[in-house]
């Protein structure tokens, strides 16, 4: 059994720096998961939580979340406490293809993905901290068991019966022996450095997991993510391109420039308000 893991997209959230750029990069990161998911041929995408943020998510995002899990692979989503589940949510908004499955509880409920192998998975259903799925839960069923949620790490899975658990909310990838944390596969931050990415795990008759990362950030690719020495915090260049400002102006102008590319533009606004800053 081959399942592509994937967490803490968090589709529509704030950026200090070029938001729109970054926004629409987040939206092609999924859009290569999903390609992915395909070209590998895997047997099931699974997101441990956190696809998006609750409270900035836009009509415009929960279509596009639509059209893009409506592919030839099946999708199991489990709500994080970003992304919680609620009769307000997208989870419960969109009327999703037949191929997609949501975890709406908030204990652990199973799926049968192929004979002798089960899918455990929950919800958050409602904000606040994230919490331990695992405790309490014991597998009633013999078989390979795995469980998809998000929430910290566990110290107690295999006395659970459970041989994996799939998680989200820790953006540093973390593959161990029982549980896996993929990381957020698209930097949010410049301090999120190193191999993170989309993790085709492989499930093996005995229980065990081997993984392959695969680099799917758009970001990276289009040169959005900067070091942590040159990032410019707590701004937003839509946000800044409607002040009456010098910067305002200055903003407004380069976004309007045609000749500017992505990348380019945000070197620009980036270089350009720290010179006026400086002033």
Not at 158 to 181: K, R, S
């Amino acid at each position: 059994m081959k399942l592509l893991l994937f967490a803490d997209l968090h589709l529509d959230t704030r950026f200090a720096t070029a938001g729109p750029a970054r926004r629409q990069a987040l939206r092609d990161t999924l859009g290569h998961i999903v390609e992915l998911a395909e070209a590998e041929s895997v047997d099931a995408v699974l997101c441990a939580g956190d696809l998006y943020e609750h409270d900035r998510c836009s009509p415009g995002t929960a279509r596009f979340l639509r059209d893009t899990f409506d592919c030839g692979v099946p999708v199991f989503l489990a709500p994080g406490n970003d992304d919680w589940y609620g009769v307000e949510s997208v989870y419960q908004q969109v009327d999703w293809t037949p191929n997609v499955h949501v975890f709406a509880s908030d204990s652990f409920t199973p799926v049968v993905l192929a004979d002798g192998l089960t899918l455990w998975g929950a919800a958050h259903v409602g904000p606040g901290p994230t919490r331990n799925f695992l405790e309490g839960f014991a597998v009633n069923r013999s078989g390979v068991n795995l469980a998809l949620c998000h929430g910290s790490a566990p110290d107690d899975v295999p006395i659970t019966g459970l041989d994996h658990v799939f998680l989200g909310h820790v953006h540093t990838p973390d593959h161990a022996p029982h549980h896996t944390f993929p990381g957020n596969p698209d930097p949010l931050t410049p301090d999120e450095t190193g191999e993170r990415g989309a993790v085709i795990c492989t499930v093996h008759d005995d229980g065990t997991v081997s993984r392959e990362v695969f680099d799917v950030s758009a970001s990276r690719s289009r040169g959005l993510v900067v070091e942590a020495t040159e990032a410019f915090p707590l701004l937003d260049f839509d946000s800044v391109a409607a002040e009456r400002t010098v910067r305002g102006q200055f903003v407004r102008d380069v976004l309007a420039d045609p000749a500017l590319d992505t990348a380019l533009r945000s070197r620009v606004l980036t270089t350009g308000l720290r010179a006026l800053e400086e002033r």
